[in-house]
């Protein structure tokens, strides 16, 4: 009895100190440890926040998918081949692999496919209706969605196989977009089986904010519209389209070609780099391939850096104007060469453009011009703009793997670009005229923007609010003036010389009728490239502003290595802007205001008469600006050409058929290229057929522009009498740079 008593004296403090060691002391540690064993813990993914534009168009979301399971312990005996079979068939999967993870019966859980779509999911969900093996099991999750594919691909970017940002705006807005996950906690047996007569937690997810774009899906479309065809009929490398409110810095629009699916990242868009990718093993195909991806995601407009050519030319006439280095009245002698420290730089017009003063020289695009006009800056002060204008540093833009300015690699650093021992002078001549140093795109339409809005130098922006999953705006974004560059004088009398660019000048292919549009061309030559192809590669590019009178727009369009017999900017670019900026603008509220010469030259819209009385039918047609004939004594209109709805040169005669039977013989397509749109008109007319002119017809000196394109084609063979030839009017040649 007395050694029973001696053990109890000695067990029970060491009992007494375990249960305090394990009730208070480690509490913490078992009772998780339990709480592990007792519940099943499941995140829930929040949907990602999506992205729409300006007008709340959605470009990207995320769409309840399920991710399909299997919970081995919960597989009947006898089932796993059945099961594993089953799968492996509807999901297109390995069946080995699924059956080994169907086999796995000490584990709760095997993921057999992550984010299944639709169909995969209704077809297994009919497997499990059908046989009752249960263990297939069903999570929701989420999948980002871009319904418009390829549209903004350059913008948006795209997110991981975990739905996290990857590239582009789903990387630089990836933690306000994520959103905050979701959990449920569920009691479970020993076996791991779900008790559903305990009790189950659930904690919603938050869902992640929307980014609402100051991009308009409206402006995009319409520059990747002309952008394509640029590209295919140029045969270019690639093409760059950027739109901008130059008033505040939004960025309307940014598109570039050749693009690719935002729903299918990881596939090379081109076909051409594609099929050479499949010729390659291993390492080198690897290397090749993440190469070939790199190359489709950059954002050129903000990573890749160009010589901007004579574009720039606007930024040496706005310094040299706020300085009054140079006037209006300023007087320069272009020979077609200059001497600048003993070198000759030539002008892009070897014959030269003699005498000229300030305007007529930015008209004609003078190179010698603008070298004698940087001269006259000097360096000091037209550094000092340089940097003020941006160029040596990022825009700040709210976009990812925007380039950084490299002095020494992008542009001159002050000491070597002033240093006359190491050229200076041929520096500062060469920049005046945009060659030389590089800038990305989005620098060039930000300083521009800058020289025609007032004078002020706006931070470009891309995102104009955070909005939450009720509607609420949580951030508004709002626009930012980084200086003032120059003066509201100066930026007045700039925007009067480009508009005289494109009215009379080198810059006529980006005329808009019933639009004061201005702008400047460019054309620059890759060096490096060129030396290592073997010949000459060039970037052709034209920036447009509208209207001159009260700017809203700017666009910037860049045609990269175009493969045709042209490669100026005004030959190739300024038509592509001319072409945006005649849709653009009507779609964006501005009204169109037509002079004498514009109405002249205006096509016009042919009428329905077809059943109506003889002469209601030529009175209607009189209205619309159009002549008449009546073919047929009939007292009715039974037939018309053109037809109803077609667009005609205004000095087109519109056929009446009353009663007799109109000509309906075939009539073999002309070639009208080189044609002017006198010779165009008069020679279809005589063939029986109908012209749609489009282009720079109505703008001072039209007479010089020519057929350069027409649909339809001369290789699409006939066409029916009283058909409608569609041309473009536009200069080939001494156009400028």
């Known amino acids: ?8 004296l000695l067990a029970v403090p060491y009992i007494v100190w375990h249960l305090v060691r394990l009730q208070i002391v480690r509490a913490d540690e078992y009772q998780s440890m339990a709480a592990e064993q007792q519940t099943r813990d499941l995140l829930i993914t929040p949907a990602r926040g999506s992205i729409v534009d300006r007008n709340g168009v959605v470009l990207a979301t995320s769409v309840t998918v399920d991710t399909i399971a299997v919970a081995p312990n919960e597989v009947e005996e006898g ?7 089953g799968l492996a068939s509807l999901l297109d999967l390995d069946y080995d692999t699924v059956l080994a993870k169907v086999m796995k019966k000490n584990t709760m859980y095997q993921l057999i496919l992550r984010r299944a779509e639709p169909e995969q999911s209704d077809a297994v969900r009919a497997f499990v209706s059908e046989t009752g093996f249960r263990a297939v099991k069903f999570y929701e999750d989420t999948k980002r969605y871009y319904p418009y594919a390829s549209l903004f691909s350059s913008v948006l970017g795209f997110t991981s196989y975990d739905n996290e940002g990857e ?4 990387l630089k807005y990836d933690d306000v977009l994520t959103g905050v996950a979701g959990r449920v906690v569920t009691a479970k047996d020993n076996s791991g089986h779900s008790l559903s007569f305990y009790f189950e937690q659930r904690t919603e997810p938050t869902e992640g904010y929307t980014l609402r774009l100051t991009a308009d899906a409206g402006v995009e479309q319409i520059l990747d519209k002309y952008l394509e065809i640029a590209m295919e009929e140029h045969g270019c490398a690639g093409v760059v389209g950027l739109a901008m409110d130059v008033r505040t810095g939004a960025i309307l629009g940014m598109s570039q070609k050749g693009d690719y699916d935002l729903n299918a990242p990881r596939t090379v868009a081109d076909g051409t780099v594609a099929e050479e990718l499949e010729k390659l093993t291993g390492d080198e195909y690897n290397d090749a391939y993440l190469n070939a991806l790199y190359q489709q995601w950059r954002n050129r407009a903000v990573q890749e850096p160009y010589e901007p050519g004579s574009v720039f030319k606007i930024i040496t006439a706005a310094i040299a104007l706020e300085e009054n280095v140079e006037t209006l009245n300023s007087v320069f002698n272009c020979p077609g060469y200059s001497v600048v420290q003993g070198q000759r730089i030539s002008c892009w017009k070897s014959a030269g453009h003699g005498v000229q003063l300030f305007g007529k020289a930015l008209q004609n695009s003078c190179n010698c011009a603008f070298m004698e006009i940087a001269l006259d800056i000097g360096h000091k002060t037209f550094y000092d703009y340089f940097e003020g204008f941006g160029f040596t540093s990022k825009t700040g833009v ?7 300015p490299v002095g020494g690699v992008h542009y001159h650093v002050y000491d070597t670009f002033s240093n006359p021992n190491v050229g200076g002078y041929i520096s500062l001549a060469t920049y005046g005229f945009g060659q030389t140093f590089k800038v990305t795109p989005i620098q060039l339409i930000t300083a521009v923007s800058a020289v025609v809005n007032g004078g002020n130098l706006m931070r470009p922006y891309i995102v104009d609010a955070l909005v939450d999953a009720n509607g609420n705006v949580v951030q508004q974004f709002e626009p930012t003036v980084v200086r003032q560059v120059v003066s509201n004088k100066t930026s007045t009398t700039v925007r009067g010389l480009i508009e005289e660019v494109v009215s009379v ?4 292919n980006a005329y808009v009728p019933g639009y004061r549009v201005g702008g400047k061309t460019g054309t620059s030559e890759k060096r490096a490239e060129s030396i290592a192809a073997g010949r000459d590669l060039y970037i052709a590019s034209f920036l447009g502003v509208a209207p001159c009178d009260d700017p809203r727009i700017a666009v910037l369009v860049l045609l990269d290595e175009p493969t045709g017999t042209l490669h100026q900017g005004g030959q190739i670019a300024a038509p592509v802007v001319g072409k945006i900026m005649s849709e653009l603008l009507p779609y964006w509220g501005v009204k169109p205001v037509y002079t004498d010469e514009e109405l002249a030259n205006m096509s016009k819209t042919v009428p329905l008469t077809v059943g109506g009385i003889r002469s209601w039918a030529e009175a209607v047609v009189g209205e619309a600006g159009l002549a008449v004939r009546v ?4 007292d009715y209109v039974t037939a018309q050409y053109p037809v109803s709805g077609s667009t005609v040169a205004s000095s087109s005669t519109v056929i009446l058929y009353c009663g007799a039977e109109p000509d309906r013989s075939e009539i ?6 080189g044609m002017t749109y006198k010779e165009a008109t008069e020679y279809l007319e005589l063939l029986g057929l109908y012209i749609d002119a489009s282009g720079a017809l109505g703008r001072t000196g039209s007479g010089e522009f020519t057929v350069r394109s027409q649909s339809p084609a001369p290789a699409d063979g006939t066409v029916t009498f009283g058909s409608v030839i569609t041309v473009d009017f536009y200069a080939d040649s001494d156009v400028g740079e």
């Open 167 to 170: 590239y582009g705006l789903e």
């Open 79 to 85: 089932t796993e081949r059945d099961i594993a079979a």
């Open 398 to 404: 709210d976009m990812m793997g925007e380039a950084t």
């Open 631 to 634: 073919v047929g004594d009939g």
């Open 1 to 8: 009895m007395l050694g029973v008593l001696a053990v109890l």
């Open 668 to 673: 073999r397509i002309p070639d009208l290229t």
């Open 505 to 508: 000048g080198t810059g006529g």
